[in-house]
């Protein structure tokens, strides 16, 4: 298979600006340099050579034959504009790979704030209390079954770096709580500075709303129960973000003052951002990493929860682990390595420190066998997309369907039900507070922005049908009900990327309309529409959009025709969106065949954390 380039004019105005600046003039380098700024573009960290040496690839619909690897590695070193050892140039060639030196750095940076972390054997612990509290919040072991939650927790007191992996429903909040319920316990009264952070405003107001309403329920003292922080804000918040600069307040010289912090949706943070985070922790800070290794990747550069995770592996733990939680939580782990060897290592003997930093929750306690969204989301992350649609388009389950996409002059015809259906209730709401909590229980989910089925003509769709049923006037563009996410974000007003709001009109200013959001202490908050920051109407959205937030019901509308986008990672993260309800319309093949596709991003994090290829 060919591999294409489609450049624009940003590559290529980087390569003749490195060839300016003594690059030379040679056409190879001129190339991997345009080729490289794509790859970044296109959500690589890097460009990997390997790919394309010695073979013919495809440069704006033009074939260009390149020459073997070493022969093009050769030919980029002779340029002055590009290091092999890291030096500050504008490309880094590190061994087959070729880096913007900005994101070489990014990623030197994160593997060694990571592997600095997943290293370390654990501090004093006070096992006889940290064995009281893992039984009292856990519960004894279940025979032939292990409590991944309860690993987690071990894990994340075992090691400064602990990452939890696991899909919708497996626990992944409730397991943290608990976490800092015995960090906190192991504090015996001292003062445990906690960050909880989330990438995107959305996804930090849902961590708030689970701590706040799980921690009640824990089995610790009232003392304990009220040193855990509801507080969430997002990373550049928490990094304290300078205007629109690339600079941040806390960095390696000016460090977080915390002992813990905690990352939600971490597989919606981007290299950049996640290295930006790594550098400006102390030595001593715990850093736990949750979220779901199968969802999308980031919209910019990097696959960064994914290749922590290994791409999907699951290595053994080390035997010191494994005695250590046998010890302590009464579970038993397997352990490939030979009794009392007190190393972390893979099934080759090879030393991985991050394995025993790395839990997988398994068991789901919203999807469990009888679920049709699990059954489904399982099938697709697994691959097997004739399975997915005997499940969709069969009578085993009850809250999956499949429609085969009607024409484009029947869609909103087609939709009209369901529309009426899912939005009818928030517009009848009374109040903002009921108006935005009755708006998140339905949403329609597009996989691209642009055609029949994208995200804009659906949108104007959604607005048609509403208003011929009498539900909108669209006479005004603040028309009441109309739904609206915020695209940029704005630190004066706190109004992020992903904050959605809806217009109403305000009582206290003759009913001029206002958009209404979710204010952080529960309540609502009001914000003029002049002020707002950049937005867009709302019914429909993309599922790269929807990560971080569930709905109790989700109508997904797939392209008639294969596209890139259309990934087995977005048919997966677009199903799990949902609670109680999915349906997906879409062309059976395109289906199967966006099942069949998975992402992959080009990076060196996995290779350095795992010490292979990831294959």
């Known amino acids: 298979m060919t591999i294409s380039f489609q450049l624009n004019p940003t590559d290529r105005h980087f390569a003749d600006f490195l060839q300016r600046q003594g690059g030379g003039s040679s056409p190879l380098f001129s190339l991997a340099s345009s080729l490289v700024s794509n790859a970044v573009v296109g959500g690589n960290v890097c ?86 509290g893992v039984e009292r919040l856990f519960g004894s072991a279940r025979a032939g079954e292990t409590d991944w939650q309860k690993v987690a927790a071990l894990a994340a007191l075992w090691k400064p770096l602990t990452v939890v992996s ?30 909880l952070t989330a990438p995107t405003g959305k996804a ?118 494994s005695a250590f939680v046998r010890e302590v939580g009464g579970e038993e782990l397997p352990v490939p390595v030979a009794q009392g060897e007190d190393v972390t290592a893979s099934v080759t003997g090879t030393e991985i420190p991050l394995a025993d930093s790395l839990v997988v929750l398994k068991r789901n306690y919203r999807f469990g066998a009888d679920s049709g969204i699990g059954a489904a989301a399982r099938a697709v992350n697994g691959g097997e997309g004739i399975r997915a649609l005997e499940i969709l388009t069969g009578d085993e389950f009850g809250e999956v369907e499949w429609q085969d996409m009607p024409a484009p002059e029947r869609l909103k015809k087609a939709l009209a039900a369901k529309v009426e259906e899912g939005y009818a209730p928030y517009l009848a709401a009374p109040a903002p507070g009921d108006a935005l909590r009755l708006f998140d229980r339905f949403r329609l989910l597009c996989a691209l922005r642009n055609g029949p089925a994208g995200v804009a003509g659906v949108n104007e769709i959604v607005e048609e049908i509403l208003a011929e049923k009498g539900l909108i006037d669209r006479s005004s563009r603040w028309y009441r009900g109309r739904p609206v996410m915020i695209t940029v974000n704005d630190y004066n007003l706190k109004l992020f990327n992903g904050d959605i709001g809806i217009v109403l009109p305000d009582p206290d200013s003759d009913g001029m309309p206002r958009v209404w959001f979710p204010a952080p202490d529960g309540g609502v908050r009001k914000v003029s529409p002049a002020r707002l920051p950049e937005h867009e109407t709302v019914f429909a959205m993309t599922v790269h959009k929807s990560q971080g937030s569930e709905f109790e019901s989700v109508l997904m509308l797939l392209p008639g025709h294969e596209s890139e986008t259309l990934t087995r990672e977005l048919i997966y993260t677009g199903i799990t969106r949902a609670r109680s309800r999915a ?31 990831g294959e």
């Open 204 to 321: 930090a107001a849902r961590l708030k709303d689970s701590i706040r309403g799980m921690k009640e329920r824990l089995d610790c003292s009232s003392e304990i129960r009220n040193l855990i922080p509801e507080e969430v804000t997002t990373i550049h918040r928490l990094l304290g973000v300078r205007g629109g600069s690339l600079r941040f307040r806390h960095d390696a010289d000016n460090p977080l003052p915390h002992d813990v912090v905690i990352v939600d949706e971490a597989s919606m943070v981007a290299m950049p951002l996640m290295a930006r985070l790594a550098i400006a922790l102390r030595p001593a800070t715990r850093l736990i990493l949750l979220g779901d290794r199968d969802q999308l990747a980031s919209v910019e550069a990097g696959a960064v929860l994914g290749d922590i995770c290994g791409g999907g592996r699951s290595e053994p733990f080390s035997a010191a682990f």
């Open 47 to 132: 460009l990997d050579l390997a790919d394309i040496a010695g073979t013919t690839i495809e440069v704006d619909a033009a074939h260009v034959s390149l020459p073997p690897l070493e022969e093009i590695k050769a030919a980029l070193l002779k340029s002055p504009c590009v290091t092999a050892a890291g030096e500050f140039r504008p490309l880094v060639l590190d061994g087959d790979r070729l880096y913007l030196y900005r994101y070489w750095r990014y990623e030197r940076d994160l593997v060694r704030v990571l592997l600095h972390r997943s290293a370390p054997a654990p501090g004093d612990l006070d096992l006889p209390l940290l064995r009281a």
């Open 166 to 195: 696991g899909g919708p429903g497996t626990g992944k909040t409730s397991t943290v709580i608990k976490i800092l319920a015995l960090l906190l316990e192991q504090a015996k009264g001292g003062h445990l500075r906690i960050a």
């Open 583 to 613: 349906a997906i319309w879409g062309e059976k093949p395109v289906f199967l065949e966006g099942v069949s596709r998975r992402v992959e991003r080009t990076s060196g994090l996995r290779k350095a954390l795992w010490k292979d290829d």
